[in-house]
């Protein structure tokens, strides 16, 4: 028996518009105000959005549970099954000891914790979202930030914050990919007018990062630094999105302002070595230095994870694991059972791909570099039951927002926020970005996001006169700035950062950051819809006709092998050079 949508449940879509953001307006509630844990804010919550599917929007009591259960099995797989991967591979470095030099490492190249944010949770984050996406990004870097000594707060705060601007190119652009589909318009024109937007927001986040560290006047002290991580990363991001496509902004302006910053590094220092309030000064012993092989040799799960990410994006590679490792079966009770408002059937299929999922990507590299780092197995073992204890409530966290997430989908109480919104008219290209918001706080992902409000953005648009490249890019901006507030974020972060059950305090620390940029980015886009039109790409629309996508396994076997080359070379280059002495001694 199917169940039909219902976007007005009052007939009066602002009426209705307010009772659908009970839930939402609950979480920054119990997050800001009441300073819930993450878990329980969550569950609360989804426990409000079923009241409302139910009761308010009349949607029948089994679906309504179906929808949640299938929300809940997508939180844990493939987002649970990221931050587990990322946090083992984290907790192996540490356990082998090899942090210790990474740490010794990064001192050398800097100890003030100002360029080291810079480095990591800004450039090298944007690097992973450019190639893996979907919550790597901040896990990885938190807890890399935290090892570093830094505040947990601070740096899961941080990594939250940095992680805004690449956003929208992530996983090798598909977001993009995704707007292109639902709308029509082609991915080279979405990818320009992000580009032509988001590349002002890069330009200025380090040293927005570095106020919210240090302050205004310790930020103007390591100004030249902040200027060559910031326009390094904005002109690249800006070049590659408008002239190469979707596929590699991230990459290239996470690299690129890497490379720029560490080569800057080697000819200037800040006069002041800045740390935390509180915090000890530095101690490196000077006495001891590593060798090549060991630096290497502790930097090698980081390594193999890049290899790997990477080499899990390539399509040939992706298609090729889809095949051999790939289940996916219709939800049962759910599948073509709800009817939209256009009268189309809603399916719900769900993907186990546990073979090209990112998660596996970071599990083989965290399994590879066990005796990389020299631990026994058995230690893995034992680590890897840790870290699953230590995520326990994160894990719970997850699988309950993305519940939430799919329950206020499947029963119209997002799409009556949209047309709420829809409804402003000539302001429409304001509030557009609202909507993307909207979209990955409630998703937690931008690509989501993009399926979601895609078409609603294309379609108000076109009925206002505005060029509706200009909503639909907006969506994507507007997206990455809820991404910093998104709960699913938050618990990622948490977990990675060390702040298990104080949520809380991180949500409050990014919830305005997120309001601040959000308004940034409404400006900008009714600029462009309206005064700068200039800025606007020349595309023509797609031809929808679907055609059959043609499989060659043959090149993902070729690539296969040539990452089994790359990883034995890697493997080989560690236990060779890993051979000398452990330190040096100066004489």
Not at 87 to 98: A, C, D, E, Y
Not at 395 to 402: E, G, K, N, P, S
Not at 474 to 501: D, H, T, W, Y
Not at 556 to 568: A, P
Request: hydrophobic share 55%; proline share 5%; glycine share 8%.
């Amino acid at each position: 028996m199917n169940w039909t949508q219902v976007i007005d449940p009052f007939n009066n879509i602002f009426l209705s518009a307010m009772m659908a953001m009970v839930p939402i307006i609950f979480i920054f509630w119990a997050l800001i105000i009441k300073k819930m844990k993450g878990y329980q804010a969550s569950f609360i919550s989804t426990l409000l959005a079923l009241l409302i599917a139910i009761f308010v929007y009349q949607m029948p009591v089994k679906l309504a549970l179906l929808s949640t259960l299938n929300g809940s099995f997508y939180g844990l797989f493939p987002i649970c099954w990221i931050i587990i991967s990322a946090v083992f591979l984290f907790n192996i470095t540490i356990k082998s000891g090899q942090f210790e030099i990474i740490k010794h490492f990064m001192a050398s190249i800097t100890s003030d914790r100002r360029m080291q944010a810079l480095l990591i949770a800004f450039s090298f984050g944007s690097f992973l979202e450019g190639t893996a996406g979907f919550g790597a990004p901040v896990a990885i870097t938190a807890a890399m930030l935290v090892g570093l000594g830094f505040n947990p707060l601070y740096a899961a705060g941080i990594c939250l914050i940095a992680n805004t601007a690449p956003v929208a190119f992530g996983a090798i652009g598909i977001p993009i990919t995704v707007a292109s589909q639902v709308t029509g318009i082609p991915e080279m024109a979405i990818s320009q007018m992000v580009g032509r937007t988001l590349p002002i927001l890069s330009l200025l986040l380090p040293f927005y990062l570095i106020i919210l560290m240090a302050g205004i006047k310790k930020s103007v002290e390591v100004l030249p630094a902040i200027l060559v991580s910031g326009i390094s990363f904005a002109l690249l991001q800006w070049f590659s999105s408008n002239y190469l496509g979707p596929a590699l902004p991230d990459v290239f302006a996470g690299l690129g302002s890497i490379i720029s910053l560490v080569i800057f590094l080697r000819f200037w220092k800040p006069k002041k070595i800045w740390r935390f309030e509180n915090e000890p000064a530095p101690i490196i012993n000077s006495d001891v230095t590593y060798t090549t092989g060991q630096i290497i040799r502790a930097w090698s799960p980081f390594i193999l994870l890049t290899i790997m990410i990477i080499a899990w994006g390539l399509q040939p590679i992706k298609n090729l694991l889809n095949v051999a490792g790939q289940m996916q079966f219709e939800f049962p009770g759910l599948h073509n059972v709800i009817i939209d408002v256009k009268g189309n059937l809603l399916p719900h299929i769900f993907k186990f791909n546990y073979l090209s999922a990112s998660g596996t990507a970071i599990f083989i590299s965290a399994l590879i570099s066990i005796p990389l780092v020299g631990l026994r197995f058995s230690d893995g073992v034992k680590t890897f039951g840790e870290t699953l204890v230590q995520l326990k409530f994160p894990i719970f966290t997850v699988a309950t927002v993305l519940g939430f997430a799919y329950i206020v989908n499947d029963s119209g109480i997002t799409l009556t926020m949209a047309s709420a919104l829809a409804n402003t008219g000539f302001l429409f290209p304001f509030f557009a970005p609202v909507l993307g918001w909207l979209g990955v706080f409630i998703t937690g992902s931008d690509t989501s996001a993009n399926a979601l409000f895609g078409k609603l953005q294309y379609a108000t648009a076109s009925s206002i006169g505005v060029d509706p490249v200009v909503t639909v890019a907006a969506n994507v901006s507007g997206g990455v700035v809820g991404k910093m507030i998104s709960p699913q974020s938050i618990a990622v972060a948490a977990a990675a950062g060390g702040l298990i059950g104080k949520e809380a305090d991180l949500f409050r620390f990014t919830v305005k950051h997120s309001f601040f940029m959000l308004i940034i980015i409404c400006f900008i886009v009714f600029a462009q819809a309206y005064l700068f039109k200039w800025m606007i790409p020349a595309y023509h629309m797609l031809n929808t006709k679907a055609i059959p996508a043609v499989t060659n396994p043959t090149t993902g076997y070729i690539y296969i092998f040539i990452l089994l080359v790359v990883l034995v070379a890697l493997a080989l280059t560690v236990f060779l050079l890993g051979k000398k002495n452990s330190t040096k001694s100066k004489i």
